[in-house]
């Protein structure tokens, strides 16, 4: 267990590198997903264009969507911003901070997911071979309308007897399949071109702000944990405490049974002081009320005022 615990802690004191991780992951995990996954377009003008932007846009919404549910920082964003004011005032550079990281991240294994697709091409083939220009090609002179619906919706079907060595099939995929790399290779040189810029151009401006704001969003996700490991201490103690009131006559019993009980004159003062004053079910909920509608100021020179 105290092997978990340190692994959890590490987890919890380097979130961020964490976090890196897991987009990254995520992005293998979508490269992986799209080599392992057998795509056959259906080869039917109506469903072609649903099948293939189908393939080419709902993973990486499903993507984008385990990209924020992993990532711990975008519920503490909601609850920051969703928060009542109180004693203390909400930044809105921070939230728009927390926010960007967090699309930042969500935003990795969607795009590789794209970009992916669209230098393999089969998605945009499927998709839009229905909607080529048929006078464009050969192969397409004495055919009626319907017809060529029909043979251009079945371009993507290698297998089919009629498109198998067909010369019109070859030219409407290869056209196809470099509309969609060029498309991919474009999308990849604005990010590259993007986060090049970013880059460089980030001690432009204004530090000062960029410093703070990443300063008061890790306190905001580190004060929400340390929050929560108070609660589990707290409760902890309380449950402690109720227990021993209720069971006060099968006290050497429950030490017998290896109880964690505080010997006399060791953990037996911080316990009571951290639970003076809180003796039932109602001031607990109060406390906790009043850190959720009345988080105390930032500034700790009050307390020692006190």
């Not at 530090?207 to 340390?226: F, G, T, V």
Request: charged residues 20%; aromatic residues 10%; proline residues 4%.
């Amino acid at each position: 267990m105290d092997r978990f615990r340190m692994i959890f802690q590490y987890f919890q004191s380097n979130s961020e590198s964490v976090m890196n991780g897991i987009c990254g992951l995520l992005a293998l995990a979508s490269v992986k997903m799209y080599t392992s996954f057998d795509f056959s377009c259906p080869c039917l003008p109506q469903y072609n264009m649903a099948y293939g932007l189908g393939i080419m846009f709902v993973p990486p919404v499903i993507l984008f969507l385990c990209g924020l549910i992993l990532n711990r920082q975008s519920l503490v964003m909601l609850e920051e911003w969703r928060r009542p004011p109180g004693h203390r005032k909400k930044d809105l550079a921070v939230i728009r901070y927390m926010c960007s990281s967090i699309l930042q991240r969500a935003m990795v294994a969607p795009v590789v997911w794209i970009i992916v697709t669209l230098l393999d091409g089969k998605c945009l083939i499927c998709a839009f071979s229905g909607s080529m220009d048929p006078e464009k090609f050969v192969g397409f002179a004495n055919v009626s309308r319907v017809q060529v619906q029909q043979l251009l919706a079945k371009v993507p079907c290698k297998d089919d007897e009629l498109m198998r060595n067909s010369t019109s099939r070859k030219a409407v995929s290869g056209y196809l399949r470099c509309w969609s790399q060029a498309l991919g290779w474009s999308i990849l040189l604005i990010l590259i071109i993007a986060a090049f810029l970013a880059r460089w151009l980030r001690p432009c401006f204004n530090q000062a702000a960029l410093l703070q704001a990443r300063h008061w969003s890790n306190y905001i996700d580190i004060e929400q944990k340390i929050f929560e490991e108070a609660c589990c201490e707290h409760s902890r103690l309380f449950a402690h405490k109720c227990i021993l009131h209720f069971f006060e006559s099968m006290r050497q019993e429950i030490k017998l049974h290896s109880f964690s009980l505080p010997r006399e004159g060791e953990g037996a003062e911080g316990g009571e002081d951290l639970l003076q004053g809180i003796t039932d079910q109602d001031q607990v909920n109060k406390l906790l009320k009043t850190w959720y509608y009345e988080k105390p100021p930032l500034d700790v020179s009050q307390a020692h005022q006190r």
